[in-house]
């Protein structure tokens, strides 16, 4: 990862901002010292495994109980009572 000074790097947003825009990371100093990273969306917050996170959520409501010690189930079915 390329380091840039916060001078250089605000007189050269829009070429930093291009070359991140093509996958490149880059960390931003001040006297030195890091301050920031500046790094593409797509690597910063990936997407999760649909599959997986629907997995866990039915692993976690198996068991689990809510309010009165109803069970999500229970609880939807006495609100389509309502």
Excluded: C, W, Y
Aim: hydrophobic share 35%.
């Amino acid at each position: 990862m390329e380091s840039v000074e916060s001078f250089e790097a605000s007189n050269h947003l829009l070429q930093l901002l291009e070359r991140v825009a093509r996958g490149e990371e880059f960390t931003i100093t001040q006297h030195g010292q890091p301050i920031a990273r500046l790094v593409p969306i797509s690597l910063s917050n990936p997407k999760p495994d649909i599959q997986q996170v629907i997995e866990e959520l039915k692993a976690f409501s198996k068991g689990n109980k809510l309010g009165d010690n109803l069970t999500i189930r229970e609880m939807i079915e006495e609100g389509r009572r309502f």
